[in-house]
């Protein structure tokens, strides 16, 4: 792709800027923002990667990821999942389809079944830059990022230019963008969320919506932050593996008086 050094950039003067009467659109309600880009971070086995399916088979078909965030305009979706055979994906999409009473064929998910994706190498940005602009998916999940590169995490300068590819897609698309991402093993207890990200605080800082799971004692807990809108109350979640045939993520009730009673329990909590 080559560009004219030469040519001007464009400009608009500001008061010939479309105004919008709700500037904050959702992709999915209180959980991520129309044309966003972003991570979902948690440490190993916190199921990242079924949140990230919750959230592309709800964009794909219209139905409340998690059974309680709707969706207010469904479309395509485009995944990557470089950790998980192509029959797993199929089951897991299946299982929640058919907890939500769907049937699989038709659902507008697209995988990608290509046996790697290196997306710091010009050749594989182009190939995906081509697939999506096929497609026009509403959004794209890759998971996880580790995988996607060889690039030195902790360098500022090689982690923003790969972000940077990943703000393209959004811009040139006008799709979202899901990257799911690993919390260092090392992280300090009481920081926030995004600063446990593994890596350079660019990946903290590229998000215009993030999510994160964390284990707290026994629960499952999915903390959010958008860069346009305040953060949504945090939930907790659970596998519901009683049916081998529907796990699912879903949202768990908070049980009435269950805050800690001692100064410990709550320092522990």
């Known amino acids: 792709m080559s560009v004219d050094c030469r040519a001007p950039l464009p400009v608009v003067r500001v008061d010939q800027i479309p105004r919008e009467e709700n500037p904050q659109r959702w992709l999915v309600e209180q959980l ?18 079924w949140l990230g399916l919750d959230l592309a088979l709800s964009v794909a078909t219209g139905t409340a ?6 969706v207010p305009r469904p479309g395509p979706v485009l995944i990557y999942l470089a950790e998980d055979a192509l029959p797993v994906v199929r089951e897991r999409v299946e299982g929640m389809a058919r907890h939500r009473g769907l049937d699989l064929i038709g659902v507008d998910i697209h995988v990608i079944t290509a046996p790697s994706l290196r997306l710091d190498r010009q050749p594989h940005r182009d190939r995906l830059l ?3 602009q096929r497609l026009r998916p509403r959004l794209l ?7 996607l590169h060889a690039v030195d995490e902790n360098d500022a300068q090689q982690v923003a230019e790969l972000l940077a590819y990943f703000r393209l897609l959004q811009r040139r698309l ?4 899901i990257l799911v991402h690993h919390t260092r093993k090392n992280a300090p207890g009481g920081v926030a969320a995004g600063q446990g990200l593994r890596g350079s605080s660019d990946l903290h800082a590229f998000g215009d919506s993030n999510l994160y799971l964390r284990r707290v004692r026994d629960r499952l807990v999915l903390l959010s932050e958008h860069r346009a809108a305040p953060a949504s109350p945090a939930v907790s979640l659970e596998l519901v ?6 796990i699912h993520l879903e949202v768990v009730a908070e ?7 001692n100064l410990q329990d709550q320092v522990l909590a």
């Open 32 to 49: 991520w923002g129309d044309l966003s880009v972003g991570v979902i971070g948690g440490a190993p086995k916190c199921s990242k990667t």
């Open 65 to 70: 990821c998690l059974g309680r965030y709707t």
């Open 130 to 132: 081509e697939t999506a």
């Open 141 to 147: 999940l890759l998971d996880p990022l580790v995988r």
């Open 174 to 177: 006008d799709l979202s963008v």
């Open 241 to 246: 593996t009683t049916d081998a045939a529907t």
């Open 255 to 261: 049980p009435q008086g269950d805050r800690p009673g």
